[in-house]
């Protein structure tokens, strides 16, 4: 099994920065994509960023250019850099995480293991 935890969120003002970590533990695999989603009241479940074994990125469109995804391989670590962020960024934001795929897809339904989100509230 696979276990995700998720921190760093918290309530910022716009244009702001915050920082979400998510520690990965259990049977992890050498080849994966891990990634960042949202889900903000009354709406689906969206992707953020993916990133995979060979550090490749993807973004959707509404983040790139303001937030960054990244890992620390030694800590087991994911990273969600986000500046400028915007009220419309207000969400639970969750890390995903799928083995012996480096796909970099932004689909939830793609990945099986999931954290337990961490709210990220930006005021105007």
């Known amino acids: 099994q696979v276990q995700l935890v998720e921190s760093g969120g918290g309530s910022v003002q716009a244009g702001g920065a915050l920082r979400l970590s998510c520690v990965a533990s259990?049977?992890?695999?050498?080849?994966?994509?891990l990634g960042w989603f949202r889900q903000a009241p009354g709406k689906e479940r969206e992707g953020v960023a993916t990133?995979?074994?060979?550090?490749?990125?993807n973004y959707a469109g509404s983040v790139k250019g303001r937030f960054t995804i990244s890992q620390d391989n030694a800590k087991n670590t994911l990273y969600l850099e986000m500046n400028s962020l915007k009220p419309e960024d207000t969400a639970m934001y969750y890390c995903?995480?799928?083995?012996?795929?480096?796909?970099?897809?932004?689909?939830?339904?793609?990945?099986?293991?999931w954290g337990q989100g961490t709210q990220v509230t930006v005021s105007s």
């Open positions: 259990g049977n992890t695999g050498s080849t994966y994509s």
């Open positions: 995903a995480a799928r083995y012996g795929v480096a796909w970099l897809s932004l689909r939830a339904d793609n990945f099986p293991y």
């Open positions: 990133i995979n074994n060979y550090g490749t990125t």
